[in-house]
């Protein structure tokens, strides 16, 4: 017995030899990827600034996540980790629900403090207590109010639960889904164990994660959905199947956000397959086909409506080809890259694992090429009103599908060679280490405010108009947690890039709250000289005239409110104020 016994170690010692040239290749390249991510920490400015999250979370966390990932790229400890995987599939199923419940359990632990991203200020706990939630979200579906308006001031009426920790609560319900997505993703590319667990991770550890944290708007849902349906489009372009869950991820994502839209060239390739396969007669594959055009039967009318006012106006004011111009202006096409790097920690390492072999298969390539084009598509025609460090949320989804197509070459990469398996330990770490960090820090406001401000001035110097928005923001921001002092500073520096009158009605808010009443009235004056009809320029001069005691002032204001709003709930004590300190009489 012992010939067989010599044929076993030379199979155990090839396992374990030298990586073959494409994985390593690959190996270098993820080495090169945390070497880059290492410099972005240390360069001055923010020319990387979507790879520089270690300069903006804390020196342990920022350490660690260089260090650890690096050290298991040795091949020692790579192997030694990779053994740690249990070999049954039962127990890999164990240690992938469990991975997929200790994130959710990391989101729970890690609710947005910060409230910068997207319309996190208007869409957290609060937006469900409004009476009239789409005067805040003009450009919402109903399934949207539903699920972020309705559901949760439900729960806030009739449980112990707050709005807010309902939203937090279906935050970490989102990543749980998105991490058991990424172990179905695994299953459909036939990847198992150290793979599959690095597939899921690839998959699942997105810039997404950031707003699985309370984040009351639908992108964050159609994000989750296309995770789901990228494993039925895969499962359609290999055997036929799968077409039921795109076609249910589909029709969902368009009653919930009209950026589904983008979805709707994957599903139709996917009815393709199913016809191809002989597989569209089964009763999952009818809904799933029929599923997406019910839904736009029915809320058709609203996305038409919503696309013709709301995007036209916020995003397309200057026509499609002017926007496209801006689309591919090379500032934007800079802030487009930066986005791709946040949201898909490894993107830079897709273009090498397209050409590594084996060679792709065409019929997968196409499928992933039609669920991937159109969201990336949307980064050139649609401009974000607050700048893409700030409005990157409605990408996320495109985020998922490249993050997707990633774990998609690595399964093939991987799998094809037994040597090269323990590479998917660095690897699944070098995907969720950043995507953690970007989720944690949005729990520091400190650090994440200190993040965009710095993004905001630069350098490099950012549009002018991009600037005095973002730190506008910011100085509202300080100033809804009492911090006027800071407030006031971003509002003077947000009028120095881009001067308007609302800024310097601002400043004469914080500076009314700082006690500095007739600094506040000289502020609120040249608000209302740039322009006489602003309403809180006028209020503002009324507040502070009778903290001075300056008539003329009053009465300045009590005329322009009387034109502007004679309604106006402030006038009666204006009124009240001028008899109380009459003009002194003339000798």
Not at 358 to 370: G, S, Y
């Amino acid at each position: 017995m012992p010939k067989p016994a010599a044929t076993a170690r030379p199979a155990g010692r090839a396992a374990e030899g030298p990586l073959p040239p494409a994985a390593r290749a690959l190996w270098a390249a993820s080495i090169g990827l945390l070497a880059l991510r290492a410099l972005a920490a240390v360069l001055p400015g923010r020319y990387l600034w979507g790879l520089d999250l270690a300069r903006d979370v804390g020196p342990v966390a920022a350490v660690l996540g260089l260090a650890v990932p690096l050290a298991c790229h040795l091949p020692a400890l790579g192997r030694a980790c990779a053994r740690l995987v249990p070999k049954s599939a039962r127990s890999q199923r164990v240690l992938a629900i469990s991975l997929a419940g200790g994130l959710a359990l990391f989101m729970l632990a890690h609710p947005d403090h910060a409230l910068f991203t997207g319309d996190a200020s208007v869409r957290h706990g609060a937006f469900a207590s409004v009476d009239q939630p789409e005067k805040i979200a003009a450009q919402a579906m109903r399934g949207d109010l539903l699920l972020h308006h309705d559901f949760p001031k439900w729960v806030n009426e009739h449980t112990p639960w707050s709005a807010e920790r309902a939203g937090r609560a279906q935050g970490a319900l989102l990543a749980l889904l998105a991490a058991l997505a990424g172990w179905r993703l695994a299953a459909a590319l036939g990847a198992r164990g150290e793979v599959a667990i690095a597939v899921a991770a690839i998959a699942a550890c997105t810039g997404a994660l950031a707003l699985d944290n309370g984040y009351a708007k639908s992108s964050v849902e159609v994000a989750c959905l296309t995770g789901i349906a990228m494993v039925g489009v895969m499962r359609a372009a290999r055997d036929g199947t799968g077409l039921g869950t795109v076609g249910a991820c589909v029709a969902l994502g368009l009653l919930l956000h009209r950026s589904a839209l983008a979805l709707l060239p994957a599903w139709l390739v996917t009815v393709a397959h199913a016809v191809r396969a002989g597989t569209w007669k089964r009763p999952a594959a009818i809904l799933g086909a029929l599923a997406p055009i019910a839904t736009l039967a029915a809320a058709g009318p609203r996305l038409v409506q919503v696309m013709g006012s709301f995007d036209r106006e916020h995003h397309l004011s200057g026509g499609l080809v002017h926007t496209l111009g801006l689309g591919l202006a090379p500032a934007h096409l800079v802030d487009v890259a930066h986005t791709l790097c946040l949201l898909v920690p490894l993107v830079l390492l897709l273009p090498l694992l397209a050409f590594l072999p084996p060679r792709p298969p065409a019929r997968e390539t196409m499928a992933l090429a039609a669920l991937a084009l159109p969201p990336l598509a949307l980064l050139f025609v649609v401009l974000p009103q607050q700048g893409l460090p700030r409005d990157w949320d409605v990408f996320a989804f495109g985020g998922v599908v490249l993050a997707g197509a990633i774990a998609w070459r690595v399964a093939a990469v991987l799998g094809a060679e037994p040597r090269a398996r323990w590479l998917a330990i660095p690897l699944a770490l070098s995907a969720a280490w950043p995507a953690l960090e970007f989720a944690a820090l949005q729990t520091d406001s400190v650090r994440m405010w200190a993040r965009a401000e710095s993004i905001l001035i630069g350098p490099p110097a950012r549009d002018a108009s991009e600037r005095a928005r973002g730190l506008s923001t910011m100085g509202m921001m300080h100033y809804g947690h009492g911090d006027y002092v800071r407030a006031l500073a971003l509002f003077e520096r947000s009028a120095e890039a881009a001067p308007n009158p609302s800024i310097y009605a601002q400043m004469g808010m914080a500076l009314t709250m700082m006690d500095r009443p007739q600094e506040a009235l000289a502020r609120y004056r040249h608000a209302v000289t740039l322009n006489p009809d602003l309403v809180i320029g006028w209020r503002g001069i009324a507040a502070a005239a009778s903290a001075v005691g300056d008539r003329d002032a009053m009465l300045d204001a009590v005329r322009a409110l009387e034109r502007l709003q004679p309604d106006s709930d402030v006038l009666p004590d204006m009124r009240a104020w001028l008899e109380a300190n009459p003009e002194p009489a003339k000798r």
